[in-house]
């Protein structure tokens, strides 16, 4: 049996919960492991919340986490391509 392709929503990278989820679905739906009841949801719901929450294009970030860039990578990006959230910001995101 597969192991489920994406972590727990309360999974924090970066301090923050969540991001690191989208990142996994992205990846997963590449690789054609993302189970169909999440696919239509891509880009929205908690990815479009979060992206906004970043100030960032979640078509954008989905090109480059296909691209092949790492959790970390993808954390950088977003904290210099959308903006970094202060410590108080990301307590109240999670």
Avoid at 46 to 56: S, T
Avoid at 69 to 85: H, K, N, V
Wanted: net charge negative.
């Amino acid at each position: 049996m597969k192991e489920f392709p994406v972590r727990s929503p309360a999974e924090k990278l970066g301090g923050m919960v969540y991001f690191g989820r989208m990142l996994d679905k992205i990846r997963g739906h590449a690789r054609g492991e993302l189970p169909p009841d999440y696919q239509p949801n891509l880009g929205k719901g908690f990815d479009a919340k979060c992206c906004a929450f970043l100030h960032l294009d979640y078509d954008e970030v989905a090109k480059r986490v296909k691209a092949g860039a790492s959790d970390d990578e993808m954390l950088e990006w977003a904290f210099t391509a959308g903006r970094r959230p202060s410590e108080q910001e990301i307590t109240m995101w999670n």
